[in-house]
C-alpha cells in the first residue's frame, strides 16, 4: 500500500507500508487508514469489522465476515521511505 503524501515524515512527499497477509483459506477484507492509529503503522491496515463493530459478521456490503483475517495473520515489515 502506498500513502501520498507522508505528511508525518518530514522531508518525504511519500511513504511505502509493506505488509504480508499470512491467511490461507480465509477471505481478506481489510480496511486502509492511517489516521485511526497514527503514531502505530502496525494498525493502519486492519481487518474489516463491518456495521455495529462486526456484530452482524457481513462487511457494509454483505460479504461475510466469518472466515475473515484476524489483525494476527497481518505482518507489518516496516516503512520503506520514498525521498523525493
Do not use: M
Request: aromatic share 14%.
Amino acid at each position: 500500500f502506498t500513502e501520498q503524501p507522508a505528511n508525518k515524515v518530514p522531508g518525504c512527499s511519500g511513504a511505502e507500508y509493506k505488509y504480508l497477509i499470512n491467511a490461507p483459506g480465509r477471505t481478506k477484507y481489510l480496511t486502509w487508514n492511517p489516521a485511526k492509529f497514527p503514531s502505530d503503522a502496525h494498525e493502519f491496515l486492519y481487518p474489516q469489522t463491518g456495521p455495529w463493530l462486526g456484530l452482524l459478521w457481513v462487511t457494509e456490503s454483505g460479504f461475510s465476515l466469518k472466515k475473515n483475517v484476524s489483525q494476527s495473520d497481518i505482518g507489518y515489515s516496516g516503512p520503506i521511505v520514498i525521498k523525493r
